[in-house]
């Protein structure tokens, strides 16, 4: 329980504290550090101009990572130190609090820190240096593999054996509620026509969405040395819901021989609040079974490594459900995307954002796209209003939702929202 009123189905409960980026009406060039908690915002460089961590003389010695307009620095410090700032915070947060005079007490101190998160914008969490895709819904890539290649073909020889993934475009990552242009690019309009196969340049007719989770990094390893999957999760920082929106017509067209590029790189929404790792210890349990005899370097101590999240994504014009499933459905854990991601050498740094690749189940209902929903555009789906989509359309609006826990003490990660605006006119 919280001195602050709570309402029990809140994402932002005590036992979250997702971090953020805001800015305040009265300081629009201003971003600084936040925490969700309710309905409302704590400004972290209010809170710390105002005394509030002098409790705590080791956060105190680095409190100037609260005036960042990132949460980069803060990440970078490490999860003791995330650890220590979020059970501190829950600590003055909290109805029977050590410390009453650091914020609940003091009337001046909350006025100016606390605020209506319906008052704030939110901006992109952490500056993001490099962005990975991966690809570890398996459910996801046997559906789409059917699709293209038939059942005897779904999933490719590797696919067992190691996280398959794809660098994606960093500056194109934006945060909830930016809206997302239909873009234009190569089409092969009728796939099946025979040799010579000439595409033409139209704007995308086959607009996706892609359910999935994010995760920042916050350590950096040297550049040669790879990181074990032991010592992973030292590298989490946090996760966020993602919507990796994706052309399919431009995919099919251009993604072999070397995969995805432009019908990818059109935007990436995430949401603004990051839950640390911390908040999601409880959340862990297995994914998806792999009796592949894995390499050293991707065997786990544990196969309980899969985050459990319900996931829910809706057409918010008249509320008509697209998707509800759960993040354990993955085939790879976090710590093995970071193995694999940095058994060349490859270098992590705080602020890189890896994608978990679109999250889907078996049931219906559960299809995280709607490649998969529409079986690639043959089956549509009906909306409240009586419409069809078999893709989206523009003027739609997706919002993804993603939470565990029980009500009073729910960890969510509000929503990840975005609405499809019309191709530009070219040149």
């Known amino acids: 329980m919280s001195w602050l009123p709570i309402h029990p189905t809140s994402h932002f409960s005590l036992a979250n504290i997702p971090f953020g980026i805001i800015s305040r009406a009265s300081a629009p060039s201003s971003p600084r550090p936040a925490i969700a908690i309710g309905e409302n915002a704590l400004d972290l460089l209010e809170f710390s101009n105002g005394g509030g961590f002098s409790a705590s003389p080791d956060i105190q010695k680095h409190a100037d990572v609260f005036s960042s307009a990132t949460l980069n620095d803060f990440a970078a410090l490490g999860r003791p130190f995330h650890r220590a700032v979020r059970e501190y915070l829950q600590s003055v ?74 660098h994606g475009r960093a500056s194109s990552v934006v945060v909830s509620g930016t809206a997302i242009r239909r873009p234009w690019g190569q089409i092969l309009r009728d796939p099946n026509k025979t040799d010579p196969k000439v595409p033409v340049l139209a704007p995308s007719e086959k607009l996706d969405l892609e359910l999935e989770m994010g995760m920042f990094i916050c350590r950096e390893n040297g550049l040669g040395s790879p990181v074990s999957v032991a010592e992973a999760e030292d590298f989490i920082f946090g996760y966020v819901l993602m919507n990796d929106w994706s052309a399919r017509d431009l995919q099919a067209w251009e993604y072999v021989p070397l995969g995805p590029f432009t019908s990818k790189n059109l935007g990436t929404s995430i949401s603004p609040w990051v839950v640390l790792a911390d908040a999601l210890e409880g959340a862990k349990g297995p994914g998806i079974p792999n009796e592949t005899e894995l390499l050293p370097y991707l065997q786990q101590d544990t196969d309980n490594n899969v985050l459990g999240i319900e996931l829910e994504v809706e057409i918010i014009s008249d509320k008509t459900a697209v998707c509800r499933t759960n993040s354990k459905n993955l085939l790879w854990s976090w710590p093995q995307m970071i193995a694999h991601h940095t058994i060349s050498g490859c270098n992590l740094r705080p602020g890189d954002l890896f994608g978990s690749g679109t999250i889907s189940g078996h049931e219906p209902g559960s299809e995280g796209c709607l490649l998969e929903k529409t079986q690639g555009g043959k089956i549509p789906l009906r909306l409240n209003t009586g419409e069809e989509r078999t893709f989206l359309q523009d003027g739609d609006t997706l919002v993804i939702r993603g939470w565990c826990g029980e009500n009073g003490a729910m960890v969510g990660f509000g929503e990840v929202s975005g609405t499809i605006q019309g191709a530009l006119p070219l040149f």
């Open 93 to 166: 947060l909290a109805a029977e609090t050590r410390y009453p005079e650091l914020l609940r007490d003091n009337r001046q101190l909350r006025q100016k820190a606390i605020l209506p998160l319906s008052e704030v914008e939110n901006h992109l969490p952490l500056a993001i240096g490099d962005y990975t895709d991966f690809y570890a819904g398996k459910n996801h890539a046997h559906s789409v593999g059917v699709l293209f290649r038939g059942p005897a073909n779904a999933l490719q020889p590797n696919y067992m054996h190691l996280p398959v993934a794809y």
